[in-house]
């Protein structure tokens, strides 16, 4: 499970169960103003090729660290869930990919439009 806690100077991610076994990940520290973008995830874009600590299962998961082409990239998605996507500066990863729950409400938080 992904728990969502918006702060005032930062977003912080944090995983537990399955979701921390298989992203090899517990918790991410965001600050805000390192979030250029975010949006609801599509599905439309992928995972970059390598992955390095994480598990990708083709159409099912993927859950981790991917690089590809100098970006550096962390996944926490199933397949056919909604979720949201944070495009990032300067904050150690580029883009982050979450399936969540209610993900506009947490768009909303942000303080990102859904459309």
């Not at 975010?38 to 970059?48: M, S, V």
């Not at 949201?84 to 209610?102: F, H, P, Q, T, W």
Request: hydrophobic fraction near 40%; proline fraction near 5%; avoid cysteine.
């Amino acid at each position: 499970m992904t728990k969502i806690a918006i702060e005032p100077g930062s977003v912080n991610i944090v995983l537990t169960g399955f979701d921390m076994l298989l992203s090899f990940k517990h918790f991410l520290h965001i600050p805000r103003d390192r979030i250029s973008r975010a949006y609801l995830y599509d599905g439309k874009i992928n995972t970059p090729f390598w992955k390095m600590p994480g598990t990708y299962i083709p159409w099912l998961i993927s859950a981790g660290t991917f690089y590809s082409r100098g970006r550096k990239e962390f996944w926490n998605t199933r397949h056919g869930r909604k979720g949201i996507v944070l495009e990032l500066n300067n904050a150690g990863y580029s883009r982050i990919v979450l399936s969540l729950d209610k993900p506009e409400a947490i768009l909303k938080l942000l303080g990102f439009r859904t459309t």
